[in-house]
């Protein structure tokens, strides 16, 4: 099954692509596996996947570091909000962080790079639809943010975003994709299991797929 439902979602994002005139493997694939114990990730792994994103620190912490000495080849992805008392946590154990978004949090990731010589990718995440209860910086202060966190040696790959739910999700993926370009930034992390295809076409780097691949999540 894990094998057939990565085949799926390759077979659109594959097809989204040529239609786009872009080229697929330039279009990532993160398997969100929040929520799903360890037994559900292994399938996955077995079948060739290797990009995972998880959207918080601790259940990470009890899931993925066996499953990360067994296969040093697998990236994983933090894609959730980050607290700045967890930074040292997280660059720990992702090699991505895609939830970058306030100055106190990249003076947190600044510090445990130094303390523990690591430094992972960075995505700055932008609340794109400027939602009050939602993570990411304004996109009025993006130049700002972006600015403060290659100043302080984050190695900042891309941008990311959640747009607004139960919305037409183009618009927002299109102003994404502006401001990228407009920072000179390469990466775009934007794209879910509901609204793969619109991110594929307006220039989605990283998708962020979980429910498509794992199935649907307990309530939480
Ligand atoms: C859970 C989650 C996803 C995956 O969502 P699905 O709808 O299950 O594909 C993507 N991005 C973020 C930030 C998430 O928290």
């Known amino acids: 099954m894990a094998r057939a439902r990565l085949d799926e979602v390759h077979a659109e994002i594959a097809r989204t692509a040529k239609i786009a005139g872009r080229t697929p493997t330039d279009i990532t694939l993160i398997a969100v596996s929040k929520t799903h114990p360890a037994e559900a990730v292994t399938p996955f792994i077995a079948a060739g996947q290797r990009v995972f994103g998880e959207n918080r620190v601790q259940e990470a912490q009890g899931k993925w570091p066996a499953l990360l000495a067994a296969h040093p080849d697998i990236e994983l992805h933090l894609i959730g909000s980050l607290q700045s008392n967890k930074a040292e946590d997280a660059v720990a154990l992702f090699?991505?962080?895609?939830?970058?978004?306030r100055l106190s949090l990249i003076t947190a990731l600044a510090k445990a790079q130094d303390k523990l010589g690591r430094r992972p990718r960075y995505f700055i995440q932008v609340n794109i639809g400027d939602e009050a209860q939602k993570g990411g910086g304004a996109v009025a202060d993006l130049g700002h943010l972006v600015q403060q966190a290659q100043s302080a040696d984050l190695d900042v790959v891309g941008l990311m975003?959640?747009?607004?739910?139960?919305?037409?999700a183009s618009p927002y993926f299109a102003l994404l994709a502006k401001l990228a370009r407009d920072h000179g930034i390469a990466q775009?992390?934007?794209g879910m299991s509901s609204d793969l295809e619109a991110a594929v076409m307006l220039g989605a780097t990283y998708v962020r797929v979980g429910t498509a691949l794992f199935g649907a999540r307990p309530a939480l």
Do not use: K
């Not at 090699?95 to 978004?101: A, K, L, Q, Y």
């Not at 975003?161 to 919305?167: F, G, K, L, S, T």
């Open 188 to 190: 775009l992390s934007m």
């Open 161 to 168: 975003a959640v747009p607004p739910a139960n919305v037409e």
């Open 95 to 101: 090699g991505t962080i895609h939830s970058v978004d």
